[in-house]
């Protein structure tokens, strides 16, 4: 089945420096997916990523979809510490996967040192 | 607040017992999807329902069931607990024509000992 890997696991950084968590898909894409779940609380959508190449920024968040559609990433400029949390990707895979029926990689735990 | 709701908050029961999860969708979600979340496991996609319809199941135990009634709440069964089930269960909901972008509720946590 469609395995969606997320690295790193965890990240630790001081307040102010930058942040990058990578998504990679085993099989091909319709969409991408990005979540924060802050500790102790739920997972919340940030963005939906569609076409192949795909930029978006939100603030100080960017977000890609690679050109294969296999792989996506989130880097975050100069992270403050409201950042903290659990950053997942989740894909619906191409060719016929149901609507709705998401595949979540394991999540980037950030932790940011003020 | 995402306006899904979800109860109880908290759940502790044992082995063996059978449990049910109630979650109301945002006003107007026609779609609603249940998710297991554990440490090992990371956030594992159950099933979700459209209107009343199952759609789309995941990895879901035969242990587990869900419906989701005409008032588009929907509820998962849990029965015959193991310790393994202890997790956090969410569900989420959609609007009609972007399945893919979900919101979840605040979830349910079960302990099972």
């Known amino acids: 089945g469609q395995q969606v890997m997320q690295i790193p696991q965890y990240q630790h950084v001081q307040e102010g420096e930058d942040f990058t968590t990578y998504c990679n898909s085993s099989t091909t894409l319709s969409n991408i997916q990005w979540y924060k779940q802050r500790p102790g609380g739920h997972p919340v959508f940030l963005i939906q990523l569609v076409k192949s190449g795909e930029v978006k920024k939100q603030k100080r968040l960017t977000f890609q979809f690679g050109e294969a559609k296999k792989n996506s990433s989130l880097h975050i400029t100069a992270t403050q510490t409201t950042d903290v949390g659990t950053y997942f990707c989740a894909g619906r895979g191409a060719g016929g996967t149901s609507y709705g029926k998401l595949t979540f990689g394991q999540g980037t735990i950030l932790t940011v040192h003020p | 607040d995402s306006g899904v709701t979800q109860t109880p908050k908290h759940l502790i029961t044992a082995t063996g017992q059978r449990v049910t999860l109630r979650c109301s969708p945002r006003s107007g979600d026609l779609s609603v999807y249940w998710y297991q979340q554990s440490l090992d496991q990371g956030l594992q996609f159950l099933i979700q329902y459209y209107n009343g319809e199952e759609r789309a199941k995941g990895n879901i135990l035969e242990r587990f069931s869900a419906q989701q009634f005409p008032d588009l709440h929907s509820e998962l069964n849990l029965s015959s607990l193991e310790l393994g089930d202890s997790a956090l269960y969410f569900c989420?909901?959609?609007?009609?024509?972007?399945?893919?972008?979900?919101?979840f509720g605040p979830g349910t946590r079960l302990t099972v000992l």
């Open positions: 989420a909901s959609s609007v009609a024509g972007t399945p893919d972008t979900q919101y």
